[in-house]
Nanobody, 113 residues
Framework: VQLVESGGGLVQDGGSLRLSCAAS????????MTWYRQAPGKERELVATIISTSGGTNYADSVKGRFTISRDNPKNTMYLQMNLLKPEDTAVYYC???????WGQGTQVTVSS
C-alpha cells in the first residue's frame, strides 16, 4: 500500500489549490479514505472523509463549504479541492487509508495573508 500526495504550494489568501493522492497496492473505491492536516505546533486534524461504497463525504466545520473531497476511480486517485483558502489553512496535508493505517509523505500548503 502506497500513497503519494502532490499539489501543495504557496497561495494568497482567497486562492485555490487542488491536492492529489495517488494510491497503489489497493483499490481506493473499496475503502474509506481521508485527508488530514497538521499545522506547526498543533495536533493532526481530520479535514475530510470519503466513504467507500456510497461516495458520501464529511468535512470538518472549519473547511465545510470551501473544500471538496473526491476520487477518480479509474486513476485510483483521491483529490482535495481547496477554495477560498485562509492563512489558518496553512499546514502539511496528508492522505490516509484508515483500514491499513497507511499515510502519505504529506504536501505543504502555505496561505499568505
Amino acid at each position: 500500500v502506497q500513497l503519494v500526495e502532490s499539489g501543495g504550494g504557496l497561495v494568497q489568501d482567497g486562492g485555490s489549490l487542488r491536492l492529489s493522492c495517488a494510491a497503489s497496492g489497493f483499490t481506493i473505491s473499496s475503502y474509506v479514505m481521508t485527508w488530514y492536516r497538521q499545522a506547526p505546533g498543533k495536533e493532526r486534524e481530520l479535514v475530510a472523509t470519503i466513504i467507500s461504497t456510497s461516495g458520501g463525504t464529511n468535512y470538518a466545520d472549519s473547511v465545510k463549504g470551501r473544500f471538496t473531497i473526491s476520487r477518480d476511480n479509474p486513476k485510483n486517485t483521491m483529490y482535495l479541492q481547496m477554495n477560498l483558502l485562509k492563512p489558518e489553512d496553512t499546514a502539511v496535508y496528508y492522505c490516509n487509508v484508515p483500514r491499513f493505517g497507511a499515510w502519505g509523505q504529506g504536501t505543504q500548503v502555505t496561505v499568505s495573508s
